[in-house]
């Protein structure tokens, strides 16, 4: 069974930062593409950045120049550092990736349980 475990949530001021962490765990051969997606209330769930194995990048036009995600495979971790944070970046943000993993090499996509960003005007 493969899990990813977020942390760095919490409650922060317009124009601040946060850090947000996803580390992957299980029998895991190959991570693939790493991701974020947010979900605000109300609202659909909506992906933030990606990131892929060569390390290819891909932003949401809104958060472009302001967030950059990254990775560190030998930690099998997925990284979002958020800059001038908008009340508008308020959601539940979701670690996501692509894996070859388990017994046997399943593909697999598997989600994180979320982390709460808040910020405040």
């Known amino acids: 069974q493969v899990q990813l475990v977020e942390s760095g949530g919490g409650l922060v001021q317009a124009g601040g930062s946060l850090r947000l962490s996803c580390a992957a765990s299980?029998?895991?051969?190959?991570?693939?593409?790493m991701g974020w997606y947010r979900q605000a209330p109300g609202k659909q769930r909506e992906l933030v950045a990606v990131i892929t194995s060569n390390t290819s990048t891909n932003y949401a036009d809104s958060v472009k120049g302001r967030f950059t995600v990254s990775r560190d495979n030998a930690k099998n971790t997925v990284y979002l550092q958020m800059n001038s944070l908008k009340p508008e970046d308020t959601a539940v943000y979701y670690c996501?990736?692509?894996?070859?993993?388990?017994?046997?090499?399943?593909?697999?996509?598997?989600w994180g349980q979320g982390t709460l960003v808040t910020v405040s005007s």
């Open positions: 299980g029998i895991i051969f190959v991570i693939n593409a």
């Open positions: 996501n990736a692509a894996v070859i993993a388990g017994i046997g090499g399943r593909d697999l996509e598997v």
